[in-house]
């Protein structure tokens, strides 16, 4: 299993990014998918969830509204797509499978939303 994020960057508050992870090692179209975030001296936290259809997700209180995530099983990927970002989202943002019972995790891509 391979996850591989990407389009972190540095954004003005109130600007937008949008995160991808690409997966491959596993049947990416029969497995939750879920993007976490730890941001400095605190513990990783759960962002969103969407099912293996796409057809409902989960938010964090915080992100709700401003964020969405969402997937495309013909290409392997999920996506953020983070609106309205705020410095508190600055962070490392994962993206995470759990393939027969083991998480796997993607090395991160960085977020920080600084003026």
């Known amino acids: 299993v391979q996850l591989v994020e990407s389009g972190g960057g540095l954004v003005q508050p109130g600007g937008s990014l949008r995160l991808s992870c690409a997966a491959s090692g596993f049947t990416f179209s029969g497995y939750l998918m879920r993007w976490y975030r730890q941001a400095p001296g605190l513990e990783r936290e759960l962002v969103a969830t969407?099912?293996?259809?796409?057809?409902?997700?989960y938010y964090r209180d915080s992100v709700k509204g401003r964020f969405t995530i969402s997937r495309d099983n013909g290409k392997n990927t999920v996506y953020l797509q983070m609106n309205s970002l705020k410095p508190e989202d600055t962070a490392v943002y994962y993206c995470n499978a759990r393939v027969y019972a083991m998480d796997y995790w993607g090395k991160g891509t960085l977020v920080t939303v600084s003026s």
């Open positions: 969407i099912t293996t259809a796409g057809d409902f997700t």
